[in-house]
């Protein structure tokens, strides 16, 4: 079985330029996850979607974020402009409808921001 | 909002046992999970626990005590490949069941 696929696993900008990551979940979890993570830290959610309702999007900075998950499989998260702040690891983890607390998580995107 | 302690980082030898804490609070609880990161890897799950009490899965173990809001991951025989970052995690009672993980606790294996 696959993975969670995320792409590019790597990707270096200029501050105030555009940026898109794409993540394609396990096939048939309905529960996606986009996730930020900060060096030294925790995984912090930015918006969860269930099936291709976006279900909690409370920290996601709408001012320069979007998410979108059309027809409830892959998903691309995008951020414009993005600030040197933005520079983190952005992780996309499925969930298998009516699991408890397990998340498969993709390799994650490094994002720097220059 | 929830709020999770873990030590930040632990240390110890190959075939040694070590015990990372979490201490967690929180305006509703509906289990402690534990996930593993290697540098540069995906999180991956290894534990959830609902109730109080001991889950065994292998050479890991993790103990949750709801009344304490406390848990521990227990890893025995050490591996080298066990060095890694171990996250506590809680599922956020906000109704949209998010998990809120811990700061992570890195630890290091020597020979």
């Known amino acids: 079985e696959a993975g969670v696929v995320q792409s590019p696993r790597y990707k270096i900008i200029e501050k105030k330029q555009p940026v898109a990551f794409w993540c394609n979940p396990i096939?048939?979890?309905?529960?996606l996850y986009w996730y930020r993570q900060n060096l030294g830290q925790g995984p912090e959610l930015l918006i969860r979607y269930e099936n291709e309702e976006a279900v909690d999007d409370s920290q996601l900075p709408k001012d320069r974020f979007s998410a979108e998950r059309l027809k409830g499989v892959d998903s691309t998260l995008k951020i414009q402009p993005a600030e040197l702040g933005d520079s983190a690891v952005y992780l996309c983890?499925?969930?298998?409808?009516?699991?408890?607390?397990?998340?498969?998580f993709g390799p994650g995107t490094r994002l720097t921001v220059l | 909002g929830q709020s999770l302690e873990q030590p930040s980082e632990v240390t110890a030898v190959e075939g040694a046992i070590v015990q990372i804490n979490c201490t967690y609070q929180t305006s509703g609880f509906y289990g402690l999970s534990w996930y593993q990161q290697h540098d540069g890897g995906a999180p991956t799950f290894l534990s959830y626990n609902g109730l109080d009490g001991l889950e065994e899965t292998g050479r890991f173990s993790s103990f949750l005590s709801r009344s304490d809001s406390y848990g521990y991951l227990l890893l025995q025989e050490l591996q080298m490949k066990d060095s890694a970052s171990y996250f506590c995690a809680v599922r956020d009672q906000t109704g949209f069941q998010k998990l809120v993980f811990g700061t992570g606790t890195r630890l290091l294996v020597s020979p």
């Open positions: 096939s048939g979890h309905n529960t």
């Open positions: 983890a499925s969930r298998e409808l009516g699991s408890t607390d397990t998340q498969y």
